[in-house]
């Protein structure tokens, strides 16, 4: 197999693999569609969004200023992140597809464009949800599948039993507060 088979092989099992990931419907200020988890940490990692940019967004979060992070980033910062804004509502939405061509819309896709102009917070909404890790979306467990929203509902349990293994290091990395007792 040459290189060119090579990824024609990988793009294929990626394929597969994104279509075989659950959906669920998903309604925003009354627009209804077919949404995915979008797995956002790997589109961190492989570079759609510059590490410059991840880590003034990080800082924001971190500060609590998300807002005031807006007015640190430079206009290409802005410009990407814009674009990584509308690759993720592309990707989340399965139906209607959203696409950014100008191609005419084949059966069943919407152009990012056109909502973005007629309903300008829908795709911020939209964004917030797939970047909210779609907690309506289920994820499988070895006995079925679970929200992310019922996860969140999981009562405390309280402190886990002791597993006999008590080692400053260990302590000082699991129980940052307990390490000075």
């Given amino acids: 197999m040459d290189a060119r ?3 024609a092989l990988w793009r294929q099992v990626a394929t597969k693999k994104v279509a075989a990931l659950p959906t669920v419907e998903v309604e925003i200020d009354g627009f209804k569609f077919e949404g995915r988890r979008v797995q956002i940490q790997g589109w961190v990692k492989s ?6 940019l991840v880590t003034e967004l990080i800082r924001a979060e ?11 980033v430079s206009p290409e910062q802005a410009q990407q992140l814009l674009k990584f ?21 084949a059966e069943g896709e919407v152009r990012y464009a056109d909502i973005s102009e007629a309903v300008p917070d829908l795709m911020d909404k939209v964004f917030a949800w797939a970047v909210g890790n779609s907690p309506s979306v289920p994820v499988a467990t070895e006995g079925g599948e679970v929200t992310l929203a019922e996860v969140r509902n999981f ?5 886990l039993p002791d597993s006999g293994v008590d080692v400053p290091e260990l302590r000082a990395v699991a129980e940052p507060e307990a390490a000075n007792t």
Avoid: W
């Fill in 5 to 7: 088979e090579y990824a």
């Fill in 62 to 72: 971190q500060d609590g200023d998300i807002q005031g992070a807006a007015s640190n």
């Fill in 85 to 105: 804004q509308r690759d993720i509502v592309c990707a989340a939405v399965v139906k209607p597809k959203i696409v950014t061509h100008d191609d005419a819309l």
């Fill in 155 to 159: 009562p405390d349990v309280g402190r």
């Fill in 47 to 52: 570079g759609r969004l510059p590490q410059s």
